[in-house]
């Protein structure tokens, strides 16, 4: 590739940067995107290189459609700029960010982390999709993101919890019951979570669990449906006679006075 190093292009690049329209630098990204794209299978790292310096260069000031098109057409890509690709996946704008985030594979987890720290549910969410996402980064994801974070993450077979992380689960999924049907799907779920999850479901979403859980579960699963009706009918819940109810109203109605 000797065309990118070329000076008729390097001193197109330059023009455009120093006095070129909004649309002129547009056509010239695309121009040397496509160069890029065409080649990107049997370039060496040093033209890599070189295109990201380009490309990095064309991006300030450019529309976020054009943005978004060139970091859908990058992420799935093995070798990538690696400076646009940060500089795309840090986007303040989640459509932008969010094929990077969640394919693009060169991506640092210090990256990653810092972004999940810093930006809202569109860049978690697309965090959350990797096809692997480690504990730390999990556990930032559980805390600071939505539901729709927290559903991507449970239907995730790639995103590695820890105990804690795992309990932040159980919690949302007594709230939201697509959390709890992506939990009790996956394969790597302890034992003693899907009891614990089972337990603390309503007798509807206990019910609703046992018929969507796998097979080799159910056996698990009415083992602790029945555990948590045998404890439910030790501790009934506390009544208040009415009349004393009533007193105690009355009572503290006339103090106030």
Known sequence: MTVIASPDLIAKLDHVLKAG????????????????????????????????????????????????????????????????????????????????????????????????????????CAIAGRKAVGQELTDILLMRGDSSVLRTLARNPGADMTSAGLAMMVDAAERDDDIADALMARKDLPHHVLTDLVMRSSPRQQSR?????????????RAA?????????????????????????????????
Do not use: Y
């Open 225 to 257: 449906i029945d555990v948590a009706a045998a404890r439910a009918s030790a501790n009934p819940p506390g009544t208040i006679d009415d009349a004393e109810a009533r007193v105690a109203v009355t009572t503290k109605r006339s103090q106030a006075m």
């Open 21 to 124: 329209s909004p649309d002129l630098r547009t056509r010239m990204l695309r121009e040397v995107a496509g160069l890029f794209l065409e080649d990107a299978h049997r370039l060496s790292e040093r033209q890599v290189e070189m295109f990201d310096g380009l490309l990095v260069r064309l991006t300030d000031s450019v529309e976020l459609l054009t943005l978004t098109t060139l970091s859908r057409s990058l992420a799935d890509l093995h070798l990538v700029p690696k400076e646009l690709a940060r500089r795309l996946a840090n986007h303040d704008d989640a459509d932008v960010a969010a094929p990077m985030l969640r394919t693009c594979e060169c991506i640092p987890d210090a990256d990653l982390i810092d972004i999940a720290w810093m930006r809202a549910e569109g860049h978690l």
């Open 209 to 221: 669990l046992l018929k969507r859980a796998r097979p080799e579960l159910q056996g698990a699963i």
